[in-house]
């Protein structure tokens, strides 16, 4: 079985998407999703440009050493941009596996190890009344975990709260337009605000679920430490991204200080930016998904590793991962032996008129289908009258106009 054809679609059903699309020489399609929220064209330029040439007349049946040849072969590797391409072929390539054999890619990576995958949905408001209020119907549907993040009193924009056509919960979603907006950022307010709103959440609504708040890679590693002390009474399941990521020794000042639960990984995507975190045990859940972190093969390296150390997984899922990353999140949780939680963040109504995913998503509870490959169709008509729009994800300017990290 031989890859005849590898096309790169780029679409925009209420957001960006970019998925590879490999066609062997005996007919069968198999998906990958590429996409890299604000930056979708360096991707398709990479995939177009420098891969899709190497993969046409390859042995599909030769995963890893596919993946072997794009990354090793690869003077200049790793990053966002070569990862979310490695990733897509090798997404692909699974998909292709499965349904060349007829079965679910699950089966090919060892075969199901749970009954359903918990997720966590967004819980966000204007205030704390409103985002408790939010965070109560989220658990009055059955969910059992939930992420609460509320607008910062005296900034005029907070992270993750964002109103947009597509609902409050947006702050992923780029503006279209020239130049990226620009939030504001006080870290003062900020720490002065997430306990109080965690407490308020705790005090109305119990403890019998899971909590989860992001920080977005706002803090220094001291501040970190302080609010996951000051969080400790909540009992957090995760406090997510407090430091900058690329800076894995922060976290042993921030693991010296609390032992609040701590998530990190959404923009890593290898292996590499897990070694001191993970061996150290810095760190309790890894959130490269499948999309960034150089595909299924990759993240299952990097779960196994965690594995050794007591880290267990939690996917990034949110709206600008296609439903096509989503699956590929889903098959290696349904397998893995340290799955943790999988973020789901929801897609806008448009974006179902492409992606047609197989998997289901009952009370907060994911379970993926037995359709062969990964399980997910993508209608390429109706991708085509969704052309990609040009959009930037928002900068980040503190009060006194200098830059902070978004
Ligand atoms: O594109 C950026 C988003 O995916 C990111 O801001 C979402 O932090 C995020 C999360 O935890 O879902
Ligand atoms: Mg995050």
């Not at 549907?141 to 109103?163: C, K, M, N």
């Amino acid at each position: 079985m031989k890859i005849a054809s590898a096309d790169v679609i780029v679409c925009s059903p209420g957001r960006n998407f970019v998925t590879l699309k490999l066609t062997t020489d005996d007919g069968i399609v198999g998906y990958g999703d590429a996409t890299v929220n604000g930056r979708e064209l360096a991707v398709v330029g990479y995939l177009r440009e420098h891969l899709c040439p190497l993969l046409v007349g390859r042995d599909a049946t030769r995963i890893n050493d596919t993946w072997q040849y794009l990354y090793r072969g690869a003077y200049w590797r790793r990053g966002p941009i070569t990862m979310a391409s490695i990733s897509a072929v090798d997404q692909a390539l699974w998909d292709v596996n499965g349904k060349a054999l007829g079965v679910p890619v699950y089966r090919l990576l060892g075969g199901q190890a749970r009954d359903y995958l918990l997720t966590y949905p967004h819980c966000v408001g204007q205030t704390v009344e409103a985002t408790v209020e939010a965070a109560a119907a989220k658990l009055d549907e059955g969910y059992q975990a939930i992420r609460v993040q509320a607008a910062v009193p005296g900034l005029a924009t907070t992270y993750g709260v964002h109103v947009s056509k597509h609902g409050e919960d947006a702050a992923y979603e780029p503006a279209a337009g020239s130049l990226p907006e620009e939030e504001e950022w006080d870290t003062g307010r900020y720490l002065d605000f997430v306990p109080k709103l965690i407490k308020a959440v705790r005090d109305e609504l119990g403890y019998g679920f899971a909590l989860l708040h992001d920080s977005h890679h706002r803090l220094t590693p001291i501040e970190a430490g302080g609010l996951g002390k000051a969080l400790e009474p909540y009992r957090m399941f995760w406090l997510e991204d407090t430091t900058p990521a690329e800076d894995q020794t922060a976290f042993r000042t921030i693991r010296a200080h609390t032992t609040t639960p701590l998530a990190v990984g959404e923009v890593f995507n290898t292996v590499w930016d897990f070694q001191t975190l993970i061996t150290e045990r810095l760190i309790d859940y890894v959130r490269m998904p499948v999309t960034h972190g150089g595909g299924i093969s990759h993240l299952m390296r990097v779960l196994a590793l965690a594995d050794v150390y007591g880290v267990r997984s939690g996917a990034h899922g949110p709206s600008d991962i296609s439903p096509v990353g989503m699956a590929a999140n889903a098959h290696v949780g349904w397998v893995i032996p340290n799955f943790g939680i999988q973020e789901f963040m929801g897609y806008p109504e448009l974006t179902g008129e492409v992606f047609k995913p197989s998997y289901e998503l009952t009370n907060g509870l994911l379970r993926v289908s037995d359709a062969p490959g990964l399980g997910v169709e993508v209608d390429e008509e109706a991708a085509a009258r969704y052309p990609y729009v040009a959009r930037y994800l928002p900068v980040n300017r503190r009060q006194d106009g200098s830059m902070h990290d978004w």
